[in-house]
C-alpha cells in the first residue's frame, strides 16, 4: 500500500483537507503553499489581491497573473452554460445583501470606482455572464494578461474559485509525483489517481441539517470532482431584523427564496460542479435534475422538509 500523507487547515475562509498518496516529500506542504497563493490572488476580502484591485478599477485594464485569467474565464463559461443563473458579477448585489465582510478575516472590502477608461481597446475576448449578445460584461485579454470590469459591476467568482483551485492543485500535486490526490476546499474537491487504499476514493456527503449525522450518502470517485454549496453557513441577521445568505439570484438580486438547503453535484471538474450546485438554488428541482442531466453531471438536493432528490448519482454511490 502507498504511504498516505495528509493536512487539514484553513484558507479561502473554509476548512481544506489536502490528501497525497505516494509521491515525493514536500507535495502536501506545496499544496497549502499553492492554495494560500490563490488565495491571495482571487479573495475579495483581501484589498491587495488581484480581483479586488480589478474591481476598484472598474472601467480600466488590469494586468493579472494566468491563474486570474483562468479563474475568470472559467466564471464567465460557468455564467454561459447556466444561462446566467450562475452569475459572478454579482459582487454589489452580494454586499448590499449584508455580505461585505469575510467571515473568517472580518475585513472590509468596498472600494470606489474610477471612470471608464478612455483608451483604445486591444483584440479581447468580450463575454457576458449570461451570454446576452451585445453586452459586454467582463473583458479578458489573454494576450496581454490582464482583464477589465465595466464600471457599476464587481466580479466574485465566489465558491467556484474554491472548486478551481482544487482543480489547479491536485493537477500540479498529480505532475509533481503524487500517485493519487484529493484536495477539498470548503466542501469543493478533487481527487485524482489511487485512494489511500489503492483503489478509487469514497466520498462523503454530510447532512446539512445535522453534520453530526451519517452522510446523505457516499460517494465512490476514481477521478472526477464533488462540490456542495450550501444556505445553512454562510447567513446572518441584517440589522433590519432581515434573514439572509449568500447565494443570490441573479434575477431579483437578492438571497434566492428557495426551500433547497444543499445541493451537491458530481462532475469532471470542480469549478463545473461548484457552477451547477449553485443553480440549484434558483430553479426548480425538476429544471435542476435537467439541467446536470445536459451537463452529463450527477448530484442530489436536500430541503428543509427533510426531502433529498438525486440525479445520476447510481454509479458512483460506495
Keep these: ?34 492554495l494560500d497563493h490563490l488565495e491571495r490572488l482571487w479573495s475579495r476580502f483581501l484589498p491587495d489581491s488581484e ?9 480600466l485594464w488590469t494586468e493579472v497573473s494566468p491563474e486570474t485569467i483562468e479563474l475568470v474565464d472559467r466564471a464567465l463559461l460557468a455564467g454561459d452554460r447556466t444561462d446566467g443563473l450562475f452569475d459572478p458579477t454579482r459582487l454589489h448585489d452580494v454586499v448590499a445583501a ?21 483608451e483604445s481597446s486591444a483584440p479581447v475576448h468580450r463575454r457576458s ?17 490582464r482583464v477589465r470590469i465595466p464600471v457599476g459591476s464587481g466580479f466574485d467568482p465566489g465558491g467556484m474559485g474554491k472548486g478551481l483551485a482544487a482543480d489547479v492543485v491536485s493537477a500540479e500535486l498529480m505532475e509533481n509525483g503524487a500517485l493519487g490526490v484529493c484536495v477539498n476546499v470548503g466542501g469543493d474537491l478533487r481527487v485524482r489517481g489511487r485512494g489511500p487504499a489503492d483503489g478509487d476514493w469514497i466520498i462523503g456527503v454530510d447532512d446539512p441539517r445535522d453534520a453530526a449525522a451519517p452522510p446523505v450518502v457516499e460517494l465512490r470517485l476514481s477521478d472526477g470532482a464533488v462540490a456542495t454549496s450550501s444556505r445553512c453557513r454562510r447567513r446572518w441577521t441584517n440589522t433590519d431584523g432581515t434573514e439572509a445568505h449568500h447565494l443570490i439570484d441573479p434575477r431579483t438580486g437578492e438571497p434566492a427564496r ?36 445536459d451537463a452529463g453531471a450527477a448530484g442530489l438536493v436536500v430541503t428543509t422538509d427533510g426531502f433529498t432528490r438525486a ?8
Excluded at 490528501?19 to 514536500?26: S, T
Aim: glycine share 10%.
Design 98 to 118: 449584508g455580505y461585505s465582510t469575510s467571515f473568517d478575516r472580518m475585513t472590509g472590502d468596498s472600494h470606489d470606482q474610477p471612470s471608464p477608461s478612455t
Design 51 to 59: 480581483l479586488s484591485v480589478a474591481n476598484h478599477r472598474a472601467g
Design 258 to 293: 428557495t426551500e433547497v438547503l444543499a445541493a451537491t453535484v458530481v462532475a469532471a471538474e470542480g469549478w463545473q460542479a461548484e457552477a451547477l450546485a449553485k443553480t440549484a438554488f434558483m430553479s426548480s428541482t425538476d429544471a435542476f435534475m435537467a439541467r446536470l442531466a
Design 129 to 145: 455572464s449570461d451570454g446576452a449578445p451585445g453586452r459586454d460584461v467582463v473583458e479578458v485579454d489573454r494576450s496581454g494578461m
Design 311 to 318: 440525479s445520476g448519482l447510481g454509479r458512483f454511490v460506495a
Design 1 to 34: 500500500m502507498s504511504p498516505v500523507l495528509e493536512e487539514r487547515f484553513r484558507v479561502m475562509g473554509s476548512d481544506a483537507h489536502v490528501i497525497v498518496v505516494g509521491g515525493p516529500d514536500g507535495l502536501v506542504e506545496m499544496a497549502r503553499a499553492r
